[in-house]
């Protein structure tokens, strides 16, 4: 059974700092490209930070460069997404997704985790 669980959302004051990993499972996910994405209330989903299935290569919002890293381990099969300067527009529900090398769409979905900047 495929499971991609995200934790480490919360409520974080503008400027500060949170951590969200994905843990995968069911899948084999060193062959995966993985990608985060956020969905604010009355928005569209949009595209955070990817990264491919080696590491090698990331991609970032322009909202979001300079500010979030994304990161994998794929002997803990996680990928992480380090939010630091955090602002108020980037509350959202973040989801992290998987993709096969070769596909073009997101293959699985994780159910999100809720962040919240705001004093």
């Known amino acids: 059974q495929v499971q991609l669980v995200e934790s480490g959302g919360g409520l974080v004051q503008p400027g500060g700092s949170l951590r969200l990993a994905c843990a995968a499972s069911g899948f084999a996910f060193s062959s995966y490209n993985m990608g985060w994405f956020r969905q604010a209330p009355g928005k569209e989903r949009q595209s955070v930070a990817s990264?491919?299935?080696?590491?090698?290569?990331?991609a970032y919002a322009d909202s979001v460069k300079g500010r979030f890293t994304i990161a994998r381990d794929n002997a803990k099969n996680t990928v992480y997404l380090q939010m630091n300067i955090l602002k108020p527009e980037d509350t959202a529900v973040y989801y992290c997704?998987?993709?096969?090398?070769?596909?073009?769409?997101?293959?699985?979905w994780g159910q999100g985790t809720q962040v919240t900047v705001s004093s």
């Open positions: 990264i491919n299935w080696s590491g090698g290569a990331r």
């Open positions: 997704a998987a993709r096969r090398i070769s596909a073009v769409a997101y293959d699985y």
